[in-house]
């Protein structure tokens, strides 16, 4: 099992950055193949890919964050992170952070991103 918690949401204006962190319970960067990520859901809207890294180190985006948000990982802190700037009214969602390894999938249970002047 892994237990994924995260961490740094919160009320931003727009224009304004925020840095998520995604810390596992035990260690998860090992030699298999894995992907992380950032997903998130806004009220009445289906959950969505925001950005993944794999463990080869590729990433992809949403395009409606491409150019704004980064995702990054600590492999010794067991760690991803989601750098977000340049945050707009649309962004406003709950972020979830997801482990996939083969069949295993786990969720963190999520941080809320609130983007409101």
């Known amino acids: 099992?892994?237990?994924l918690v995260e961490s740094g949401g919160g009320l931003v204006q727009p224009g304004g950055s925020l840095r998520l962190s995604c810390a596992?319970?035990?260690s998860i960067f090992g030699i298999d193949t894995y992907a992380?990520?950032?997903y998130r859901q806004a009220p009445g809207k289906q959950r969505e890919l925001v950005a993944r890294v794999?463990?080869?180190g590729s990433?992809?985006?949403a395009d409606s964050v491409r150019g704004r948000f980064t995702i990054s990982r600590d492999t010794a802190k067991n760690a991803v992170y989601l750098q977000m700037n340049a945050l707009k009214p649309e962004d406003a969602a709950v972020y979830y952070c997801n482990y996939n390894r083969g069949p295993a999938d786990y969720w963190g249970q999520g941080t809320q991103v609130t983007v409101s002047s």
């Open 1 to 3: 099992q892994v237990q």
């Open 24 to 26: 596992a319970s035990r």
């Open 36 to 38: 992380m990520g950032w």
């Open 54 to 56: 794999t463990s080869g």
């Open 59 to 61: 990433t992809n985006y």
